[in-house]
Each structure stands twice: as structure tokens, then as C-alpha cells.
């Protein structure tokens, strides 16, 4: 196999004609190496800085205080914004389940947060972000409870989700299983690692190709400048490369200025 691998290469290069070699196709050559070398940091970069956050479910409700002293709590209805039950105001509560889209153009990266709690109590000043319930507590007894009763009606206005797909009770589910769960669901998209790899290789070919085809036509005109001001000095007697007039001067083989030789 290496053999015949060889040949071929062999055979390719003898019938190909040769490149022509310039300044400017050495920086293209360059420019592509180097868009190989840079094109997995920035793809890393990419799914890093660019994270597209998509809202699943989220639902608020309330906790009661009962008579005995217990907590008990009720998930606000969404279609009428009412409570399910009449108790004695302790706080409140809101669960929010979000899904994180990272990477560029497409998604290398998606990860599920542990659903986020906001806990307000009343009894305590200010609410708490991103709060996580030891699993002996009467809240969090309280909530989940309150999850479990209001599966029922998830299940009457169940849907197909537009953003993942799936089902609204698919997804109340996975709240219910990981509202108070310190782990991440996180999935690497090895087809998406792939392409948005070679995308970012595309784009910085293009890039730094196109800057070393500037540079090179930046020089050119500098040059046929260059070579335009040192003709136009010639002809009016000066010396082609300081401008020093030799006008009336005795034949000297260099300027006695700056030393060029006069052509």
C-alpha cells in the first residue's frame, strides 16, 4: 500500500508542472500553515466565548407555612397565574431549566445546567440565587412535592417543544429529576468540533491569505513608486537616490552626496 502510495505521488509530480515560486507564494504557503496551526485554538475559543442560552421550562411557586408548622408548597398555574393553595404566605420560589448551545457556526458543545433556584423566604432578607436545598430540609421536601402534584396537569397541556424537540412532559421530567442536582449533562459534538474546525481553517485561510495578498500589492506600488521618483530624478539631473542635483558638476562615477553610483 505505501508503495503504491508512492508511485502515484511520483507519478503526480512528474506529470505536474512545476509552481512557479514568488514572494507571493511563499506568504500564501505560510498563511495556510498557519491557519492550520491556529484554526483548533480559536475553534476552543469559539465554543468557549460563543453560548447561546435556550430557556426549556421554567415555573414559579410558593411556599405556605401550615398550621403545624410544617412548609408546604404549590406551583403557580401559567395559564391563570393563581395559586393552588390558600395558606399562610413563607415564600417563594422559581426553577428554571436552561440549555446551552456553544460554539461556532454550529454546536460543538451542548450542556445542560443543574436547574437554576432562585428562594426567597420571607423570614430571611433578600432571595437567594442559585440556591441548592440540603435534601432533609422541609423546603425541599416541600417543592418536590409540589413537582410531583403538579405533573397531572403538565401532562393535559403537554407539547412538542419548539427548541429541543422534545416533549413538555419529557422535559418537566428532567426538571423533576435534576431541579436540585449539582451535576451537568454535558455532550461533545464530535461532528460539530469537526466542521467548526475547518471552518475557522477557511476563514483564516482567507484572512491572512488576504493579508499577505495586500501586503504584496502594497509593496508593488511602493516599489514602481519608488522606481517612477528615481526615473523622473535622472531625467532632470539630480542623483536617483538622495535627490542631490548634479548639475554643473565634473563627471564623477558617484553622487558626492550619498555616495550611488550614477548610471
Same mark, same amino acid.
Given at each position: 500500500?505505501?508503495?503504491?502510495? *508512492?508511485? &502515484?505521488?511520483?507519478?503526480?509530480?512528474?506529470?505536474?508542472?512545476?509552481?512557479?515560486?514568488?514572494? +507571493?507564494?511563499?506568504?500564501?504557503?505560510?498563511?495556510?500553515?498557519?491557519?492550520?496551526?491556529?484554526?483548533?485554538? /480559536? /475553534?476552543?475559543?469559539?465554543? /468557549?466565548? #460563543? #453560548?447561546?442560552?435556550?430557556?426549556? !421550562?421554567?415555573?414559579?411557586?410558593?411556599? %405556605?407555612?401550615?398550621?403545624?408548622?410544617? #412548609?408546604?408548597? %404549590?406551583?403557580?398555574?401559567?395559564?391563570?397565574?393563581?395559586?393552588?393553595?390558600?395558606?399562610?404566605?413563607?415564600?417563594?420560589?422559581?426553577? *428554571?431549566? #436552561?440549555?446551552?448551545?456553544?460554539?461556532?457556526?454550529?454546536?460543538?458543545?451542548?450542556?445542560?445546567?443543574?436547574?437554576?433556584?432562585?428562594?426567597?423566604?420571607?423570614?430571611?432578607?433578600?432571595?437567594?440565587?442559585?440556591?441548592?436545598?440540603? %435534601?432533609?430540609?422541609?423546603?425541599?421536601?416541600?417543592?418536590?412535592?409540589?413537582?410531583? =402534584?403538579?405533573?397531572?396537569?403538565?401532562?393535559?397541556?403537554?407539547?412538542?417543544?419548539?427548541?429541543?424537540?422534545?416533549?413538555? !412532559?419529557?422535559?418537566?421530567?428532567?426538571?423533576? /429529576?435534576?431541579?436540585?442536582?449539582?451535576?451537568?449533562?454535558?455532550? &461533545?459534538?464530535?461532528?460539530?468540533?469537526? =466542521?467548526?474546525?475547518?471552518?475557522?481553517?477557511?476563514?483564516?485561510?482567507?484572512?491572512? %491569505?488576504?493579508?499577505?495578498?495586500?501586503?504584496?500589492?502594497?509593496?508593488? +506600488?511602493?516599489?514602481?513608486?519608488?522606481?517612477?521618483?528615481?526615473?523622473?530624478?535622472?531625467?532632470?539631473?539630480?542623483?536617483?537616490?538622495?535627490?542631490?542635483?548634479?548639475?554643473?558638476?565634473?563627471?564623477?562615477?558617484?553622487?558626492?552626496?550619498?555616495?550611488?553610483?550614477?548610471?
Amino acid at each position: 500500500m505505501v508503495s503504491f502510495l *508512492k508511485e &502515484h505521488l511520483r507519478l503526480i509530480r512528474y506529470y505536474s508542472a512545476p509552481r512557479r515560486r514568488s514572494l +507571493l507564494t511563499r506568504f500564501v504557503d505560510v498563511a495556510l500553515i498557519l491557519a492550520i496551526v491556529m484554526a483548533f485554538p /480559536a /475553534a476552543w475559543l469559539l465554543n /468557549a466565548e #460563543v #453560548v447561546h442560552e435556550t430557556i426549556l !421550562i421554567e415555573r414559579d411557586g410558593h411556599l %405556605s407555612r401550615l398550621p403545624d408548622g410544617g #412548609v408546604s408548597a %404549590s406551583i403557580v398555574d401559567p395559564d391563570t397565574n393563581g395559586l393552588t393553595r390558600d395558606d399562610i404566605p413563607y415564600g417563594e420560589f422559581h426553577l *428554571k431549566l #436552561v440549555e446551552r448551545r456553544q460554539g461556532w457556526p454550529v454546536s460543538s458543545t451542548v450542556m445542560q445546567p443543574r436547574v437554576t433556584l432562585e428562594l426567597n423566604l420571607y423570614d430571611q432578607a433578600g432571595s437567594q440565587r442559585d440556591a441548592h436545598l440540603d %435534601s432533609e430540609s422541609v423546603e425541599y421536601r416541600a417543592i418536590l412535592q409540589a413537582l410531583e =402534584f403538579n405533573r397531572p396537569y403538565e401532562f393535559e397541556r403537554n407539547m412538542i417543544n419548539s427548541q429541543s424537540g422534545a416533549t413538555s !412532559i419529557e422535559i418537566y421530567d428532567d426538571l423533576v /429529576a435534576r431541579w436540585n442536582d449539582d451535576g451537568a449533562n454535558v455532550n &461533545h459534538r464530535i461532528l460539530g468540533w469537526i =466542521f467548526n474546525t475547518g471552518a475557522c481553517w477557511v476563514s483564516l485561510s482567507f484572512l491572512l %491569505s488576504g493579508g499577505a495578498l495586500t501586503f504584496w500589492v502594497v509593496t508593488l +506600488l511602493f516599489l514602481h513608486n519608488n522606481q517612477i521618483r528615481q526615473h523622473d530624478r535622472r531625467i532632470e539631473g539630480l542623483c536617483a537616490q538622495c535627490g542631490y542635483d548634479l548639475c554643473g558638476l565634473d563627471f564623477n562615477e558617484r553622487c558626492p552626496e550619498c555616495g550611488t553610483v550614477i548610471l
